[in-house]
């Protein structure tokens, strides 16, 4: 994980179980969803005006690595590798720690697409995100 700067605890619910003790895999979606928020709001902060800044999901992946327990500890790791001029790319491991280890779970990947909702339309990426992510995460 030494490629990732950025690390979100995950918050196991009962809900998200199975009689078994296992985690859905859907719910792997939703934590990356937390992590891609803390990412967004620890890298690029909070002055973000998301009633006309935002950004849409245009492509999300999982592969899933090994089963998630409700008793496991989590964390979902997200680093930006990619800045285009209205589109980025964050990368996402799950990991579960057991005693000093850390077990990767599933990995993820998302395109992002930067919109203005006042608009309807795509947007460039703000420069002030930009510069702030590149600065994070040392993306070209």
């Known amino acids: ?24 895999n859907a719910n792997h979606f939703t934590y990356f969803e937390l992590a891609r928020v803390h990412y967004f709001r620890d890298v690029v902060g909070n002055n973000v005006n998301w009633n006309r800044d935002g950004i849409i999901i245009a492509k999300m992946i999982i592969e899933y690595k090994k089963p998630l327990l409700l008793t496991d500890e989590v964390y979902a790791y997200t680093r930006c590798i990619k800045l285009g001029t209205k589109s980025f790319d964050l990368d996402y491991v799950l990991i579960a720690k057991k005693a000093d ?28 995100w930009r510069k702030k992510m590149q600065e994070f995460d040392v993306v070209p």
């Open 1 to 24: 994980m030494n490629d990732f700067k950025h690390k979100t605890p995950i918050q196991l619910r009962f809900k998200d179980g199975d009689v078994m003790g296992h985690v859905n």
């Open 101 to 128: 280890e850390e077990l990767t779970i599933a990995t993820g990947f998302s395109t992002l697409v930067c919109f203005n909702y006042e608009t309807n339309q795509t947007m460039m990426i703000p420069d002030t």
